[in-house]
């Protein structure tokens, strides 16, 4: 089955306590992406890769970092976690990075950070 | 800051009726979709309109586009209590490198049976 594959789906966790989410997909995308939800508004573009080796800056990328050192995989880290990143992340990815090309979006991690 | 908004914020109907949710954006766009999500879970795709269509069909959802007012609009049909959940419209600018889609902050429908 496609899929967007993200772990975990819950997680509480201490100020500063590194941690990593995982998010790996099954449909050779060249594309993923991670977003954060908050109330009110939307989703908003963390961070964004085109393609293996290949990542970027989304709109609100402070206080996070990315890998993509396999095509199928795009861990999501917060090396020093604070409440402010309390939320609910979603990894997505796409055939390609062409202007067509729909989002398959993963189940979820909602995080909270005490 | 935000490319997509969408009105109503929340929507409740009745089973059977049509429910019509809209979106705004500020850019040119090379395309608009909308998405749905269940509470709590990921989004799903729903359907896209291309920058140059006007009106868009899928089962029991029709999009339309107005380019000139920058705005768009989710209109679905007899509606089910299955098709409560929030909807999302994206846009994808039409001078972006980094390709992303920009996300409004959503309508929640709820459809009472």
């Known amino acids: 089955e496609a899929q967007v594959t993200q772990n975990p789906r819950y997680l509480i966790t201490v100020t500063g306590k590194k941690l990593t989410v995982t998010c790996s997909q099954n449909?050779?995308?060249?594309?993923m992406s991670w977003y954060r939800q908050d109330p009110g508004l939307g989703l908003r573009q963390i961070y964004y890769?085109?393609?293996?080796?290949?990542?970027d800056k989304g709109d609100v990328p402070e206080g996070y970092k990315v890998s993509r050192k396999e095509k199928r995989n795009f861990p999501l880290i917060l090396e020093s976690p604070s409440p402010n990143q309390t939320s609910l992340y979603f990894c997505?990815?796409?055939?390609?990075?062409?202007?067509?090309?729909?989002?398959?979006f993963g189940a979820g991690t909602r995080l909270s950070v005490l | 800051s935000q490319q997509g908004e969408e009105d109503p914020q929340a929507l409740s109907i009745q089973e059977g009726e049509n429910a019509t949710m809209n979106c705004s954006y500020k850019t040119s766009i090379n395309n608009l979709q909308w998405y749905r999500q269940n509470s709590g879970r990921g989004l799903v795709h729903l359907i896209l309109i291309r920058s140059n269509e006007r009106e868009k069909h899928s089962g029991r959802l029709r999009v339309t586009l107005d380019t000139s007012k920058k705005s768009s609009s989710l209109l679905i049909t007899a509606s089910r209590a299955a098709d409560t959940a929030s909807y999302f419209c994206a846009t994808r600018a039409s001078v972006d490198s980094s390709y992303k889609l920009i996300f409004g902050s959503g309508t929640r429908l709820l459809v009472r049976p």
């Open positions: 890769s085109m393609n293996v080796e290949v990542t």
């Open positions: 997505a990815s796409s055939l390609s990075s062409g202007a067509r090309n729909i989002q398959y």
């Open positions: 449909m050779n995308h060249e594309y």
